[in-house]
């Protein structure tokens, strides 16, 4: 499946699982219900994924991990808090870059709306600035 595909795949799923739980749990409840969903759409979802660093040509556990990781190919960061922040942002950008991964998902599940919470991330190239959707 076409990366696109997939990724209007998850855009369903955090879209159905707000309108079932609407704002104000803790992030854990969102993501419990969002793995639930994709999987039950054929999607392969690993939750908490160890991201290690790479320092000297050494491979490091720092303690990172990725909320979630889709198909081997999307990176799903979800948080429940008032606002996303430049930070949110960069945080997901640098997950993207340790992983070679290009795409992913920054979800703020704690709005009224879904749409306004949701921030597409698009990484051309590791040494080239991102691309910030939504």
Same mark, same amino acid.
């Given at each position: ?13 955090? $879209? *159905? ?9 803790? &992030? !854990?409840?969102?993501? !419990? ?5 994709? @999987? ?5 979802? &690993?939750? &908490? ?15 990172? @991990?990725? #909320?979630?990781?889709? #198909?081997?190919?999307? $990176?799903?960061?979800? *948080?429940?808090?008032?606002? $996303? ?6 945080? =997901?950008? !640098?997950?993207? *870059? ?17 749409? #306004?919470? =949701?921030?597409?991330?698009? =990484? ?7 691309? =910030?959707?939504?």
């Amino acid at each position: 499946m076409e990366v696109e595909e997939i990724a209007s795949q998850i855009v369903e799923s955090e $879209i *159905k699982v707000h309108r079932a739980l609407g704002p104000g749990l803790l &992030e !854990t409840a969102y993501q !419990t219900c969002l793995a639930y969903d994709l @999987r039950q759409r054929g999607r392969t979802v &690993e939750c &908490e994924v160890s991201l290690p660093i790479n320092f000297e040509g050494v491979r490091l556990d720092a303690g990172y @991990r990725i #909320d979630m990781r889709i #198909d081997g190919i999307i $990176i799903i960061e979800n *948080k429940s808090i008032e606002e $996303i922040l430049p930070v949110h942002q960069a945080q =997901l950008i !640098t997950y993207l *870059k340790l992983s070679g991964l290009s795409l992913g998902f920054l979800i703020n599940w704690n709005v009224p709306r879904l749409i #306004d919470g =949701l921030r597409r991330v698009v =990484l051309n190239h590791p040494s080239r600035p991102s691309r =910030l959707c939504g």
